[in-house]
């Protein structure tokens, strides 16, 4: 039932040359050098194929499929060039780490990569969207801690790695006490204090009637009861943790979970949540507006969530891995941060003028 840090071998980053992003791989070199662990920083660029296929005008316009593998293969050699720049330092201070670039939608990729490499722990960073356009497509945090099979890390921008209190929500299932486990684990291991947190929801109250004046007394009388049990559980939960953080808080409190995991982040200044992520219903793989998910979306500090015993991912793993292909390095040409396309493309008689439009702005629009 524990999961102690020891548990994290193989860590997988996700960057996208971001200020959170790089948050993210110092949190997991972090994190690698104390549980002597692999890191593999990846980055996912598009598939220039399928890009274009999606574009309006694209049956109009039909570059040849040679140039399309040519600046495909063009990103990816820059992309592995700012990589390799990114873990150098880490890699020279004797960091077990390695790189490489993925092709596709991102969080699709970086499941692949998790269920073929048997990673156990996903770091990844966040820059936050408005509420409207994540209500409508969701970030790549978001779609990895919906749907990726191992625990996700999100890492949030912060003055440094070291966590000075992890907060831990349980509700005394499996998965609490594992995240429970592995908050103490990481709480002993950076000096900070662990505050273990369980909230008994109000919305399971809703539709029980209001009892009469004299029954009151008896009613709070009842909840003092369970919440003093509810302190008990979580008192013994604490007794059965090791390794022991050399501080641990324990609060019970009523209250929307989200709402109040919410205000205990900040009442306790915690700088890290870690915390299990399952449905109501107790559905692995019904995580879609569940408690985690909510606490992401309203609180600014880092998230670590940790699926329950049993979760599938609804991503399913490739059914054969397709053997990687040498590839040459570009042309100095191609090479430049400045993809030179030709001036024009022929296509259905007419000619599309290339000459107003540079390539950065191109790909971006991409």
């Not at 949190?27 to 980055?43: P, W």
């Not at 820059?78 to 201070?93: C, F, H, T, Y």
């Not at 801690?145 to 003055?159: N, S, Y």
């Amino acid at each position: 039932m524990n999961m102690p840090l020891g548990t994290f071998r193989k860590i997988l980053v996700a960057t996208d040359f971001s200020p959170a992003a790089e948050t993210a791989l110092e949190q997991a070199v972090a994190l690698a050098r104390g549980c002597d662990a692999q890191v593999t920083v990846v980055h996912v660029i598009k598939n220039v194929h399928t890009t274009l296929q999606l574009m309006a005008y694209a049956p109009a316009w039909g570059p040849a499929s040679e140039e399309l593998a040519e600046r495909e293969r063009a990103l990816r050699w820059q992309a592995r060039e700012k990589l390799q720049a990114l873990i150098a330092p880490d890699e020279a201070a004797g960091v077990r780490i390695r790189q490489e670039v993925l092709v596709g939608a991102p969080f699709i990729e970086i499941i692949h990569a998790v269920q073929l490499g048997a990673y156990d722990l996903v770091v990844t960073g966040t820059r936050g969207q408005p509420a409207l356009k994540r209500a409508l497509v969701g970030s790549t945090a978001t779609k990895l801690a919906r749907k990726c099979p191992c625990p996700v890390w999100i890492a949030r921008l912060r003055e440094n790695s070291t966590s000075r209190c992890v907060l831990a929500p349980v509700d005394f299932s499996d998965v609490s006490h594992r995240t429970a486990a592995l908050a103490a684990s990481l709480a002993a291991s950076s000096g900070a204090t662990l505050h273990l947190l369980h909230v008994y929801d109000m919305a399971d109250l809703e539709g029980v009637p209001v009892p009469p004046e004299d029954n009151k007394a008896e009613f709070l009388r009842n909840r003092r009861q369970m919440r003093l049990a509810a302190l008990d559980q979580l008192r013994q939960l604490s007794e059965s943790l090791s390794p022991k953080p050399d501080k641990t808080t324990l609060n019970v409190a009523p209250g929307i979970p989200w709402q109040v995991i919410r205000a205990a982040t900040r009442r306790a200044g915690a700088d890290l949540i870690v915390m299990g992520s399952v449905g109501r219903g107790g559905i692995p793989g019904l995580l879609i507006g569940n408690t985690a998910e909510k606490v992401l979306h309203t609180t600014d500090v880092s998230l670590l969530i940790v699926k329950p015993n049993g979760f599938a991912s609804p991503v399913p793993p490739l059914e054969k891995i397709i053997s990687k292909q040498p590839e040459r390095q570009p042309t100095a040409r191609q090479s430049n941060s400045a993809i030179q396309w030709p001036r024009s493309y022929s296509a259905s008689r007419r000619t599309i003028d290339m000459s107003h439009a540079t390539s950065n702005g191109f790909w971006q629009a991409i």
